[in-house]
């Protein structure tokens, strides 16, 4: 059975089969769906074979919002919905230029965030008596009283950025996430 990639680009074309429909399955239908408000609902062809067939054109994975993603494979069997396969996937930003001449942010939330706090401090020791962390309507006040509460939190989010790359080293086949530096001399 050839599964759904643990990972693509938003844009890409995806095909994947499944071969382990039950006997008697007149449809299989693929639900893909994230936390945000968005999804796709693509149907198998075939069976050819015993197998059959998902397509996830690039028209539709384009609209798919950058992040992990759940996919659960149902198939009718008698009128009945049988559940064939449940999976997750992560889909990534494409870097394709379109033509926008927008900047592409590919830092974590915990890295924008350590950015803001860190600016905040920086600048209520630089003498501001308060200071906006965030955009919009969902920026937060903080105030010189705060001080001390966001440099714990200064802190916390280093230790998640921190973890975040070590799993991601983990992830890309980088080592165990530690880093091991060894320098060698020659000796004549």
């Keep these: 059975m050839a599964a759904i990639p643990a990972s693509f680009t938003s844009g890409d074309l995806v095909t994947w089969t499944q071969e382990a429909a039950p006997e008697g399955a007149t449809a299989i239908t693929a639900y893909l769906r994230t936390n945000a408000a968005s999804g796709a ?3 198998a062809s075939g069976p050819v074979n015993g197998v059959w067939t998902f397509t996830l054109p690039a028209a539709t994975s384009v609209q798919l919002t ?3 993603w759940r996919l659960q494979e149902i198939a009718t069997v008698g009128g009945n919905p049988v559940t064939v396969n449940n999976a997750s996937f992560t889909v990534t930003r494409s870097l394709a230029y379109t033509g926008n001449p927008t900047a592409v942010d590919l830092r974590t939330q915990a890295e924008k965030d350590l950015a803001d706090v860190e600016n905040a401090i920086r600048g209520l020791t630089t003498g501001a008596q308060e200071y ?20 714990k939190w200064r802190d916390r989010l280093k230790a998640q950025v921190a973890a975040e790359k070590r799993a991601e080293e983990i992830a890309n086949g980088l080592g165990d996430g530690r880093r091991l530096y060894v320098r060698f001399t020659s000796v004549l």
Excluded: Y
């Design 41 to 43: 609902t693509i149907a």
């Design 132 to 151: 906006w962390i965030g955009s919009g309507g969902n920026g937060r006040k903080v105030r010189r009283a705060d001080l001390a509460e966001l440099i």
């Design 66 to 68: 950058p992040g992990e």
